[in-house]
């Protein structure tokens, strides 16, 4: 049975940072793709941050380029996301998912295949 869970999300201060981590079992991590997206209540899930299999190409979505930095520690089974400078705007579910495709232009929801329950992140101003 593959799971994925998610961890680290907090509430803390516009400025202030959060590292989330991923781990996924009952599959091959080191060989899938992941990514971290988020939701907000009536919108759609968008990616924020992905990276290919062996950790070394990534998509960062332009709205967090320069704050958030994705990894993945193959030898962990886990994946990570960096947040600093986090502004309000940045408040939602985050998910970690397994990824069917990778590209560094893009990385849509429909490419995930396993998921996270989430975790939230709440920014207050």
């Known amino acids: 049975e593959v799971q994925v869970v998610e961890s680290g999300g907090d509430s803390v201060q516009e400025g202030g940072s959060l590292r989330l981590s991923c781990t996924a079992s009952?599959?091959?991590?080191?060989?899938?793709?992941m990514g971290w997206f988020r939701q907000v209540p009536g919108k759609e899930r968008e990616g924020v941050a992905c990276i290919n299999a062996a950790g070394r190409f990534q998509y960062t979505e332009d709205s967090v380029k320069g704050r958030f930095n994705i990894s993945k520690d193959n030898d962990k089974n886990t994946l990570y996301l960096q947040m600093n400078s986090l502004k309000p705007e940045d408040t939602a579910m985050y998910y970690c998912?397994?990824?069917?495709?990778?590209?560094?232009?893009?990385?849509?929801?429909?490419?995930?295949?396993?998921w996270g329950q989430g975790t939230q992140v709440t920014v207050s101003s």
């Open positions: 009952g599959l091959p991590f080191a060989v899938h793709a």
């Open positions: 998912a397994t990824l069917k495709a990778f590209t560094s232009r893009t990385c849509p929801s429909t490419w995930g295949t396993y």
